[in-house]
């Protein structure tokens, strides 16, 4: 019989048993990990410009405690396939792409089982403006809600009720709970109309009413708002969260207020990160 310690000394044959156990441990961790690339713009309204600073420094820090990279650009150049196939998960903070090229790599990176988180402005296209409605697939197709309709104001909270208890973005969210405040956006298409959005959370009747004006049709009194939905066609979820509340009156802008100061929404928000990014 072949005895291992004639040829191999004890000390190293505990060195390599470690090395292996490291090695393995260090394979499954880094296949457990996801890449993560978020979009923003960062130029056209202090409240999305409060919001993107925050969420950029919120996912860095939630990088760390749940073990996947976050990275962010102003540069929409970045969004080609070749960039893109560097991440799992794509956010888009405040905006959209609008060079053509910019929006058909999305398109081919999405249908080929890429993964999207969108927040608030993301979804906003409303012709004629700045921001038209001229991405066919990306606001119908995609996100489902066509155009832009209207908005509450001011930023305020809202009671979200969750639809769907049995989802991974909501599993772990109580019936209702309170959202931080918001601009809340309404939307030229029935998105309970179309069969392949699956509405994840909404307003619930008691918030109403909900905003404070001064324009009358800013406050909302009644009807169907859904916030948070998903495309069963795609891996996406979109948020319409993401509109801080700033001091315009006082014309300080300073903050008054944040949307990740909110311990409930932020589970569903990582719950809902951690579904796109290690979905297979």
Do not use: C
């Not at 409240?47 to 950029?56: K, L, P, T």
């Not at 979804?123 to 066509?146: I, T």
């Not at 772990?172 to 959005?197: G, M, V």
């Amino acid at each position: 019989m072949i005895h291992l310690r004639r040829f191999f000394p004890l000390k190293l044959l505990v060195l390599i048993l470690l090395l292996f156990i490291s090695g393995s441990i260090y394979a499954r961790q880094n296949r457990d990990k996801f890449k993560v690339i978020a979009f923003y713009t960062g130029r056209n309204d202090q409240a999305h410009i409060s919001f993107v600073q925050e969420a950029n420094h919120w996912f860095s820090e939630a990088a760390r405690k749940y073990r996947f990279s976050y990275d962010s650009t102003s540069n929409w150049g970045n969004l080609n396939l070749d960039f893109l196939a560097n991440y799992n998960v794509v956010l888009f903070l405040d905006s959209r792409p609008d060079i053509k090229e910019q929006r058909e790599a999305f398109e081919q990176y999405m249908k080929r089982g890429g993964a999207w988180m969108g927040f608030h402005f993301a979804a906003f296209a409303l012709s004629p403006s700045d921001f038209p409605q001229n991405w066919e697939w990306y606001h119908n197709e995609f996100l489902g809600a066509g155009q832009y309709k209207g908005n509450t104001w001011r930023p305020t909270s809202a009671v979200l009720r969750v639809e769907q208890r049995n989802h991974p973005v909501t599993k772990n969210l109580p019936a209702t709970f309170n959202a931080s405040p918001n601009e809340w956006y309404s939307w030229q298409n029935d998105l309970r109309k179309n069969r392949d959005i699956e509405v994840l959370a909404s307003i619930d009747s008691s918030s109403f009413p909900l905003g404070t004006g001064p324009k009358l049709w800013e406050i909302w009194h009644s009807g169907d708002y859904p916030v948070v939905w998903t495309n069963r066609n795609y891996r996406m979820v979109y948020f319409n969260m993401g509109h801080n509340d700033i001091d315009y009156d006082g014309k300080t802008n300073r903050d008054l207020s944040h949307t990740f100061e909110n311990k409930v929404q932020n589970r569903m928000v990582m719950d809902a990160l951690q579904w796109l990014g290690r979905r297979r």
